[in-house]
């Protein structure tokens, strides 16, 4: 879901925000008024009074947005499909600063699969920032970890941040580097 940048919103009531890229918890009143600047994978930057501010999809009723359907699995689903929506889910975390989804950035270096149990599986991911000291880590961690956990059959989602080896601009993905004026 991408949505037209500048789009004036209106806070309908009190809602949590992370401050970009401080990643900072902020409460914003009802009757804020802001701008959506990206509405890509469930979740919105909008700008406020100077300031960027990420809402969580939970939260998208506050500034008028629909929140993220839930997710199902087709009948008779397999491992595979069950992977390949995790996958799918990963590419919904997106960069809060720029609309680059952080698989296309080239930050996800493993995602493993125990499916012993089908009906409680295990996923180990192991991602990276572009920047060690980013404000947003803990964040887009979180993220990763909760839209990995929304997948049927999903029971524990291992989220682990490493920085070995040093993210840089050649692990994006073509179209990625496409978006930048890379290519």
């Not at 969580?56 to 992977?83: K, Y």
């Not at 149990?117 to 996923?123: E, L």
């Not at 964040?139 to 049927?152: A, G, Q, S, T, Y």
């Given at each position: 879901m991408q949505?037209?940048?500048?789009?004036?919103?209106?806070?309908?009531?009190?809602?949590?925000?992370?401050?970009?890229?401080?990643?900072?918890?902020v409460e914003i009143p009802v009757g804020t008024h802001g701008n959506i600047t990206q509405a890509l994978g469930g979740s919105f930057t909008v700008y406020i009074a100077g300031n960027l501010i990420r809402i969580?999809?939970?939260?998208?009723?506050?500034?008028?947005?629909?929140?993220?359907?839930?997710?199902?699995?087709?009948?008779?689903?397999?491992?595979?499909?069950?992977?390949a929506m995790v996958w799918e889910q990963m590419r919904t975390v997106f960069d809060p600063e720029i609309p680059i989804n952080l698989v296309d950035l080239g930050l996800v270096y493993q995602c493993d699969f125990d499916h012993s149990?089908?009906?409680?599986?295990?996923?180990d991911i192991d991602m990276t920032l572009t920047a060690p000291g980013c404000g947003m880590g803990d964040?887009?961690?979180?993220?990763?970890?909760?839209?990995?956990?929304?997948?049927?059959t999903i029971d524990q989602v291992r989220v682990e941040l490493v920085f070995d080896p040093p993210w840089t601009m050649e692990m994006m993905s073509d179209a990625a580097k496409l978006q930048?004026?890379?290519l």
């Open positions: 949505m037209p940048s500048n789009e004036p919103v209106t806070f309908q009531r009190d809602c949590e925000a992370v401050l970009i890229p401080a990643g900072d918890t969580a999809g939970e939260n998208a009723d506050a500034i008028g947005q629909e929140p993220p359907e839930p997710l199902r699995l087709p009948e008779g689903a397999g491992n595979d499909d069950v992977e149990d089908p009906t409680a599986r295990v996923v964040i887009l961690v979180d993220d990763v970890r909760n839209k990995v956990k929304m997948v049927p930048v004026g890379m």
